[in-house]
């Protein structure tokens, strides 16, 4: 079950939270409203691009995502960020969502665009970059949010160079301390975002968003404003 939507202004980012009383209700929500901008995209562009997160509540909505009815070969994958891990670490996002969904639907492997982070944080980032380089918007950009604020790599008390698509992370104060990141304009740039939230952890980071402290997930201010998938945190 859902609970009434409440709208929220921060700096330059609309967000709409949508609270959600179970697990299941949040999960089910979100891979309808992915299925319905992937529809929406290849009706009217011929194509689907979407921006994977990392983390648990993803990965679950993942897995059902391997049942839905839809032209697979119109998708397009692409990463928020990943960790600068070997391919086949565990902690790797995109080994994650290769393993929860993308292993077992009919995406051509060539449409996903993993983040090479195993060339390390300078050199993924550029070779990242310039995969980006060149593609419009994104249809759907699918966005966490850690106890400290923090979104995709974009770490409190960091600095990122917006002027780029991609950049390194050399210092992320949780491990590894090297990634690399889409930047927080180049995640704007999306026709819509959603951010998952779940658990009695992300409360305070909660608060502060809604407070108006300029935590980084709210430099993510694409024109159409961002939604907030909650459950398990108090917005009231």
Not at 58 to 69: A, C, D, G, Q
Not at 104 to 131: F, M, R, S, W
Not at 175 to 189: D, F, H, K, M, Y
Not at 194 to 221: C, H, L, M, S, Y
Request: proline letters at 6%; aromatic letters at 8%.
């Amino acid at each position: 079950m859902q609970k009434p939507m409440q709208t929220l202004t921060v700096g330059r980012q609309k967000s709409r939270w949508h609270r959600f009383e179970s697990q299941a209700a949040l999960n089910e929500a979100s891979v309808s409203r992915i299925l319905a901008a992937a529809n929406e995209a290849i009706a009217a562009r011929g194509a689907f691009s979407i921006v994977l997160a990392g983390g648990n509540t993803p990965k679950s909505i993942y897995e059902l995502l391997r049942s839905v009815t839809t032209d697979w070969s119109k998708w397009h994958i692409y990463y928020n960020d990943d960790r600068c891990l070997p391919v086949d670490h565990p902690d790797r996002n995109s080994l994650m969502a290769a393993q929860a969904w993308l292993d077992h639907v009919a995406i051509p492997k060539q449409q996903i665009h993993d983040i090479p982070t195993e060339l390390g944080p300078v050199a993924g980032a550029k070779a990242y970059a310039d995969i980006l380089q060149g593609l419009g918007d994104f249809d759907l950009v699918l966005l966490g949010l850690g106890e400290d604020g923090h979104t995709a790599s974009l770490f409190p008390g960091h600095t990122w160079d917006d002027s780029v698509d991609a950049f390194p992370v050399f210092d992320a104060p949780k491990p590894p301390p090297e990634r690399v990141s889409i930047s927080g304009a180049r995640l704007s740039r999306t026709r819509e975002v959603i951010f998952f939230v779940t658990g009695a952890g992300k409360q305070e980071a909660v608060d502060n968003w809604r407070k108006e402290v300029a935590i980084p997930a709210t430099v993510i201010a694409p024109e159409a404003g961002v939604d907030v998938y909650i459950f398990g945190v108090n917005i009231d």
